[in-house]
């Protein structure tokens, strides 16, 4: 198992994620604490898809002694977003809407150039405003919102980013992100620029106020760093509530990646193209012929079809558990199961890319 804000592969294991990166389990006693401020719980909560998190505990008793958070989170732009970038921002917008909290959203369009060989910032730059628009289409609030590449309101951020950098020194750079010798230098300082929205509202305010980051657990090392150098500079350490992968089409292994298309859904792949991935390539739990399939069961564990709608697009706990269990039992083929999903993302797509051509970005912009 791989796991850094660059690579993530081999098969996951959580548990030892929460050992390794030192990050705490979310338990039943946190979930029934968040659900009395919300009243609800996200089905990513109710499903354990966000299984870990630092210091929401001390969020929640600021919180309930009146001292609201601002939300912060990210996307690196590279190329189209897949599904498995709108995890985060979905369950950012869930927080937003039940705790009326502000957001800020990173686009890293200079860590994208400094990461990926070929591309040019003129690249990533020009797709930072392609993924704001699928960004800001999950529906966040506009005036509580605000949006930025990096390249754009570079003055702020640089200003911001020389304190961090300056506490951040080559060894633990080495340590957290395994840097070596081979990679560039870029890298290391860009680490600096991703710390910066965890204390721009707090130096914008002139006062601190605390802030929650959800992310995939593949960004923690950014935050680690992030967070044992803002007490140093006089800020609160940064809260972060983290989420599994959401899985590739092709197997349980790894993560979702763009660089792999096959394993991917792209939120512009269209219902052909859906249904076409999705019939060749989900990794089923099924058995090899219909006859050995009704009789010995399907595998819903290992089953990528299945395990996209539990984790995203079967929010009843009822239906999700009868195709389960007609799954198991035989009753339900591989075929059955995936034309259940493909309607369910078509249907979803559908919408995200209604909601997508109504977005007004120059009400969420911040440039310097
Ligand atoms: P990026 O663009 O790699 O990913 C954007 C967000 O999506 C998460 N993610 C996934 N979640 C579930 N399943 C997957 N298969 C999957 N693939 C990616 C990532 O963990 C991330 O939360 N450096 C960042 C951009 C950034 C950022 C941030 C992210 C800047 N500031 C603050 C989170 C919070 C990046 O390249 O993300």
Known sequence: MKVTPWEVSGQIDYDKLIKEFGVEKIDDKLLSRIKKHTGDLHVFLRRKLFFAHRDMNWLLDEYERGNKFYLYTGRGPSEGMHLGHLIPFMFTKWLQDK?????????????????KDKLTLKDTHRMAYENAL?????????????????????????????????????????????????????????????????????????????????????QDPYFRVTRDILPKLGFYKPASIQSQFLPPLTGVEGKMSASQHESAIYLT?????????????????????????????????IDVSFIWLKMIFEESDEKLKKIHDDYKSGKMLTSELKEILIEKINKFLIEHRKNREKVKLDKFLLKD
Do not use: W
């Open 269 to 301: 792949d269209d219902e052909k193209i859906v249904a076409n991935k999705i019939r060749k390539y989900a990794f089923s739990g099924g058995q090899p012929t219909i006859q050995e399939h009704r009789e010995k069961g399907g595998n819903p564990d």
């Open 134 to 218: 699928d960004v800001v289409a999950v529906g966040f609030k506009p005036g509580k919102t605000f949006i930025f590449s990096d390249l754009d309101y570079s003055k702020t951020l640089y200003n911001n980013a020389l304190l961090v950098a300056k506490k951040l020194n080559l060894s633990t750079a080495k340590a957290v992100f395994g840097i070596t010798n081979e990679d560039n230098v870029g890298k290391i300082f860009f680490a600096s620029m991703q710390s910066v929205p965890a204390f721009l509202p707090s130096i914008e305010a002139g006062r601190n106020i605390p802030c929650l980051i959800p992310h995939g657990i593949d």
């Open 99 to 115: 705790f009326d909290v502000p957001l800020y959203i990173q686009l890293t369009d200079d860590e994208k150039f400094l990461v």
